[in-house]
């Protein structure tokens, strides 16, 4: 997805949370967008389609929880807009890659509402820096990771799971995580 032709403005931090960001999240709030209106036609489109499994590349997390930083989270109501078509369009198996935040991390938004199932989001980021992974209330199994590293992601069709595996400079497995397809569906 391209989360930056269509973005609009992010909410400064003027008091309201912390670091750069807060949610634009108000009543008033409900119309700004990360994606705009024909990248949201084209995502349903797409999420029509037969698949067996559904990757959406995101260069900001989707998963996470609330940390100030870029994501999601600060547009809550596009969160809700992606829970919802995708409920819409009963697409099993969606799952989501990220990057941009400069540590590996593994999120899972949960189901609200019986709308969806959890909607998982693996980070991989980066190469060539270290930062200290933010509280993220979305985090699965504490598993994070912050010095230099890669993201690996296999697929065992025969079995209907996906592992990732967040790799550091040394090719080393810093943690890895597996999802069964049945858990990422309706």
């Known amino acids: 997805l ?3 032709y269509f973005l609009d403005d992010k909410r400064k931090n ?4 912390q670091h750069d960001y807060c949610p634009w999240a108000g009543p008033g709030d409900a119309t700004k967008t990360i994606l ?12 029509q389609k037969p698949a ?22 600060l547009f809550p109501y596009e969160q809700r807009k992606m829970q919802s078509l995708i ?5 099993d198996h969606v ?3 990220s990057g941009d935040i400069h540590y590996a991390d593994v999120s899972r938004l949960p189901a609200e509402f019986g709308d ?9 980021s980066a190469l060539n820096q270290s930062w200290p992974p933010e509280n993220n209330r979305n985090r699965v199994d504490n598993k994070s990771y912050r010095d230099p590293n890669v993201g690996i992601i296999e697929i065992d069709w025969a079995k209907e799971e996906l592992t990732y595996h967040c790799i550091d400079a040394e090719n080393t ?12 569906s309706f």
Do not use: M
């Open 95 to 97: 799952f989501f890659i």
């Open 14 to 17: 003027n008091g309201c949370g």
């Open 52 to 73: 067996d499994l559904r990757l959406i590349v995101s260069s900001i997390q989707f998963s996470s929880g609330y940390t100030g930083w870029e994501g999601w989270s």
């Open 173 to 184: 497995i810093r943690f890895k995580h597996t999802l069964h397809f049945k858990e990422i």
């Open 116 to 124: 969806v199932y959890p909607l998982y989001d693996f980070t991989a």
């Open 87 to 91: 409920k819409e369009t009963r697409a």
């Open 36 to 47: 705009g209106n024909s990248q949201w036609t084209w995502l349903k489109s797409e999420l």
């Open 2 to 4: 391209d989360t930056r």
